[in-house]
């Protein structure tokens, strides 16, 4: 069975610039959760996908950035306009039950965004 | 949630040695967690998670303990491997999402 995937690996793209994160959850995973970890600090919590509906957006950090997740399948997060506090590694993950403790959450391999 | 830390930011071991990684955290209503392993180039990886009502978990080579009296977690390995370096983080989780540490890397040599 195949991972949780991302894409791209890797993005550079200069200040004011758009890009798109793509991810691609384990199938049939209802839940799908966006993080990212900024140079030097923890992995934060961004959002929370159920299906096709935001359930947790408290930690999207500012409208600049928009999640999306149609027909509840795979998400996209984009940037716009990328500013240079934007850089560091986005990572998603995705799990199948939501409200169990030990749901357990699967990550992909996180793409590395860097903003110049 | 409230932030979870860590004490070491860097770990040397030797192969063949034990390694102890700490992690404090903060929110005393934290009732569930988890170690995690980052590979270089790969997302985090679960290892061990460990419950509030637990103090004490073993899997294969690894063992977690909590002491929710200084709230503070521990991640075990025994005879600690090349291919056990990585960054680990500790992480609680409320209802859904993960709150996570700042990681420890963990550096083992031959």
């Known amino acids: 069975e195949a991972g949780v995937t991302q894409f791209p690996s890797h993005s550079v793209i200069e200040k004011g610039q758009t890009v798109t994160l793509r991810c691609d959850p384990i199938?049939?995973?209802?839940?799908l959760y966006w993080y990212r970890r900024v140079m030097g600090k923890e992995i934060k919590f961004l959002l929370h996908f159920v299906k096709e509906s935001k359930q947790d957006e408290s930690g999207m950090p500012n409208n600049r950035f928009l999640a999306e997740r149609t027909g509840g399948t795979y998400s996209t997060l984009k940037v716009q306009p990328a500013e240079l506090e934007d850089s560091g590694v986005y990572f998603c993950a995705s799990s199948q039950r939501m409200g169990l403790l030990s749901d357990e959450q699967f990550f992909g391999p996180g793409t590395r965004l860097t903003v110049l | 949630g409230e932030s979870v830390g860590l004490h070491l930011p860097t770990l040397s071991v030797q192969e063949g040695d034990n390694s102890i990684i700490n992690c404090a955290y903060s929110n005393s209503a934290s009732d569930y967690f988890i170690w995690y392993k980052q590979e270089s180039g790969k997302g985090p990886q679960f290892i061990i998670d460990?419950?509030?009502?637990?103090d004490k978990r073993q899997g294969q080579r690894v063992t977690v303990l909590l002491n929710k009296t200084v709230k503070h977690l521990s991640l075990q390995i025994a005879a600690t491997q090349p291919g056990d370096s990585a960054v680990y983080f500790c992480?609680?989780?409320?209802?859904?999402?993960?709150?996570f540490g700042k990681g420890t890397m963990l550096l083992v040599s031959p």
């Open positions: 460990i419950r509030s009502n637990m």
């Open positions: 992480a609680d989780t409320g209802y859904s999402t993960l709150t």
């Open positions: 199938s049939g995973h209802d839940n």
